[in-house]
């Protein structure tokens, strides 16, 4: 049986490696919809290729249709229905033909149709992270609720569901309600101890903290080991994609924050690792490609090729591990507090987070501004407990005002 899938953010880096993955197995998979937010043209490249039933364009259908139309070969062109907004975003993420959504959409705008697709019970492949911050617990709760399948395509996420038992993954999977997963001697549920989400530390690993303050967008954006969109490798290079990370990981795997560690592994060949109540430890090993976890999200709980190379360690050498210097990435310790106080915490952080990258990759703030400002912005939001996807969107809109004042007094 073939699977009809849409990518939500098909115009992204992820989204790119998806469509990849699924050109390889075009028995298993149809490209149903694609989405894309500015890049018109690239989409329409992908609608020729794919020709998929439905597109989905930013707010403007008509000048998007134009540009679909008029854009390379026109004879040549399948005519899928084109929709457009959040609207359109919204009908795809719960369209009766999709079985499996890609949500690849970067930042908070993803999350009203990841909280879509997870309603109307898909296969719900997410890479974008930030509505899992947001309101992660209601997320699993309603996906538990609607019989949706979750899936994790971070890589560290997906690496520890490798590493999880089958009935703990299936935790995360939406299908059990979480009290299911009653403790059965150890720690927490099936003697899982801790878990330890592995970060390259980023383009900055080694560079001396004075010299941060002249870093530019360019540079912060140059991964060294992954190629990605610009806003989370900006975030690499803070640490907060690895803060954000953190509250993801307590999220999919019902643990609290002291039960997840963060070591720099500069390698980027082990994913992430999952300790045991007796001290075995399991780990991903790959290559740094998006594809592997990809695959591993769209034929679960089968194993599909996903095109990346093989792994060779002996060509590697040897990996390091080091424990992150605190000081230089003081995200990590934020995301802790944030993540055990609950409430609007996880959106302010993440809303501030977003308002400080477009104003860095703007020009108006310097690098070394990112983080102070998120910080800032906690610290004066007051606290308030959060209950449903109108409170979390109340909550980001607060957030991003009060984060764009206290950004324009660093303005340069
Ligand atoms: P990207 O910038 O390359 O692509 C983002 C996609 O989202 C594009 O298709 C864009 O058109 C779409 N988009 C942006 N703003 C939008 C809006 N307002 N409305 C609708 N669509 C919009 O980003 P990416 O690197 O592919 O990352 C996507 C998500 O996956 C992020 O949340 C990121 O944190 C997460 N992620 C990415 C990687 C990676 O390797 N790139 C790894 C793990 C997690
Ligand atoms: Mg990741």
Redesign the pocket.
């Known amino acids: 049986m073939v699977t009809n899938v849409a990518i939500l953010?098909?115009?992204?880096?992820?989204?790119g490696a998806a469509l990849d993955v699924i050109a390889r197995h075009p028995e298993r998979f149809r490209v149903w919809a694609v989405?894309?937010?500015?890049?018109v043209n690239k989409l329409a490249d992908i609608a020729r290729v794919y020709q998929p039933e439905i597109v989905g364009v930013?707010t403007r259908p008509e000048e998007s249709c134009e540009a679909y139309y008029g854009h390379g070969d026109s004879k040549s062109v399948p005519r899928p229905e084109v929709v457009s907004g959040s609207i359109g975003?919204d009908a795809i993420a719960t369209c009766p033909e999709v079985d499996t959504v890609v949500a690849?959409?970067?930042?908070a705008?993803?999350l009203p149709s990841v909280a879509s697709a997870i309603g109307a019970g898909k296969r719900v492949l997410i890479?974008?992270?930030?509505p899992l911050v947001m309101m992660g617990s209601y997320l699993m709760a309603e996906a538990a609720n609607a019989g949706a399948l979750v899936l994790p395509?971070?890589?560290e996420h997906n690496a520890i569901f490798q590493c999880l038992p089958r009935a703990y993954r299936h935790t995360v999977m939406g299908q059990f309600a979480r009290e299911s997963s009653t403790v059965t001697g150890g720690r927490y549920p099936w003697n899982v101890a801790a878990v330890t989400l592995t970060a390259s530390g980023g383009p900055f690993l080694n560079t001396p903290i004075e010299m941060l303050t002249q870093v530019t967008p360019t540079q912060a954006a140059r991964h060294p080991n992954?190629s990605?969109?610009?806003?989370?490798s900006i975030d690499s290079s803070t640490m907060m994609n690895k803060a954000l990370e953190l509250i993801e990981a307590c999220v999919y795997f019902s643990l609290p924050p002291s039960a997840v560690r963060i070591v720099i592994h500069p390698q980027s060949i082990v994913h992430s690792l999952v300790e045991f109540e007796d001290k075995s430890v399991l780990a991903q090993m790959a290559v740094a490609d998006?594809r592997v976890p990809i695959a591993n999200a769209l034929a679960y709980p089968e194993r599909i090729a996903s095109g990346a190379a093989t792994l060779d360690l002996a060509e590697i050498g040897s990996l390091d591990f080091l424990t992150p210097d605190t000081e230089r990435f003081p995200c990590l310790n934020i995301a802790r507090t944030v993540a055990s106080a609950g409430g609007n915490g996880p959106i302010v952080l993440n809303a501030a987070n977003e308002v400080a990258v477009d104003e860095f990759c703007a020009g108006k703030i310097r690098f070394t501004d990112i983080v102070p400002i998120v910080v800032e912005t906690i610290e004066r939001m007051p606290f308030a407990d959060i209950s449903g996807i109108e409170q979390v969107l109340e909550a980001d809109g607060k957030a991003r005002v009060l984060a764009k004042e206290v950004s324009s007094r660093h303005e340069l």
């Open positions: 953010g098909a115009t992204g880096s992820v989204g989405t894309g937010h500015h890049q930013g975003l690849a959409i970067a930042g705008a993803g890479a974008n992270k930030e395509v971070d890589s992954w990605m969109g610009r806003k989370i998006m």
